[in-house]
């Protein structure tokens, strides 16, 4: 019989002696509310120092609201109404505005959905950068060692600086507008960047070359990245840890071997992987899942993938699946799965 635990504040395995092992990033229990409905449902997660970590799940599951919780960002009349949310130990949720403000872009940086159509048409995006540099006058000795910062950063993301500093947004395509916003991101130097969604609006040529980007930034910089998307295809090239959300809440995190190869997987996961079109395999085997994500108003009682959810019993139907986790820390939130696995068996 497998042991298996209540999956708290950190869902990863032991803790080796590297110093990717150390935890940059601490979600513990948080809940967001809007008003009388709860887009995040005590959310516990960690991140630690140098990962890429992946927020997984279809859209209207709360990736982006908790995204946005980090930073204190999330948009009125959205409130963290429990729980806490820790960066190098220091509560975010505790602090004001002011204190945010100085850690913001400086220590945790943010690109959102749709960055690119966030710059200004009427000045130049160097003009843009010098704005960043004045409003952080403590980030760099003097003004032009950041500039030379941001143009090794726009190299970084196979782009002529002559071109991007003196040029309009309006000169420059999706693709090249969302790793300009990238770099900007980064020219403070923080240790975490977060980035919503940041293929979505992208052709396919664009979304590899993103891919391929943010491979060499984590390669060069060492900066921890935690990104939500719904696309499990980029969460296998991209991630180290996935963590998958549904209707507000967490259902699986692991790594990606555990999330993508391991046998047991819970049921909305290995949906959304059957989903999931290859460029090579039969289109016909394709299975979508049926339904959609609860309204959050009409919730379901038990488990709230069981609407939907292939392997359902009387059970899900009436008690909410707490998140186990086995040894190794992989975290599974589902009664019939974690009963397979406490009984030694497989699916």
């Not at 359902?312 to 699946?321: G, K, S, Y």
């Amino acid at each position: 019989m497998t042991s298996l635990r209540s999956a708290g504040p950190s869902m990863d395995a032991p803790a080796a002696t590297d110093s990717r092992s150390k935890i940059i990033l601490e979600i513990d229990q948080l809940s967001v509310d809007f008003g009388k409905l709860r887009a995040v449902d005590r959310v516990s997660l960690t991140v630690r120092e140098g990962d890429i970590c992946a927020l997984a799940g279809e859209s209207g599951c709360g990736k982006s609201t908790l995204a946005y919780s980090l930073l204190g960002m999330v948009p009125p009349p959205g409130v963290v109404s429990f729980g806490q949310v820790r960066y190098r130990g220091q509560v975010l949720t505790a602090m004001s505005s002011r204190e945010l403000d100085r850690l913001r872009a400086a220590d945790i940086s943010m690109v959102f959905q749709a960055a690119m159509n966030a710059f200004n048409p009427v000045i130049t995006i160097g003009k843009q950068v010098e704005h960043v540099l004045q409003a952080h006058p403590d980030s760099y000795p003097n003004r032009q060692e950041g500039r030379d910062y941001f143009e090794y950063l726009l190299r970084l993301v196979r782009l002529d600086p002559a071109t991007v500093w003196n040029g309009y947004e309006s000169r420059l395509s999706g693709g090249m507008k969302q790793r300009v916003a990238i770099a900007l991101a980064l020219l403070l130097r923080p240790s975490v960047l977060v980035l919503d969604e940041p293929t979505t609006a992208l052709d396919i040529l664009s979304q590899r070359l993103v891919i391929d980007i943010l491979n060499d930034l984590h390669a060069a910089l060492g900066v921890t990245i935690v990104f939500i998307t719904h696309d499990l295809a980029l969460v296998a090239e991209l991630a180290d840890r996935v963590a998958v959300m549904y209707a507000g809440r967490l259902v699986e995190t692991g790594t990606i071997d555990e999330i993508f190869y391991a046998e047991r997987r819970h049921p909305y996961v290995d949906a959304l992987i059957r989903a999931v079109p290859s460029v090579t395999g039969d289109m016909a085997a394709i299975k979508p899942i049926p339904g959609r994500v609860p309204n959050l108003a009409e919730l379901p009682v038990g488990c709230r993938f069981a609407p939907r959810c292939p392997l359902v019993q009387q059970q899900c139907r009436e008690v909410d699946p707490p998140l186990l986790a086995d040894a190794s820390g992989h975290a599974i939130a589902c009664h019939v799965v974690n009963a397979e696995l406490a009984g030694g068996g497989s699916r």
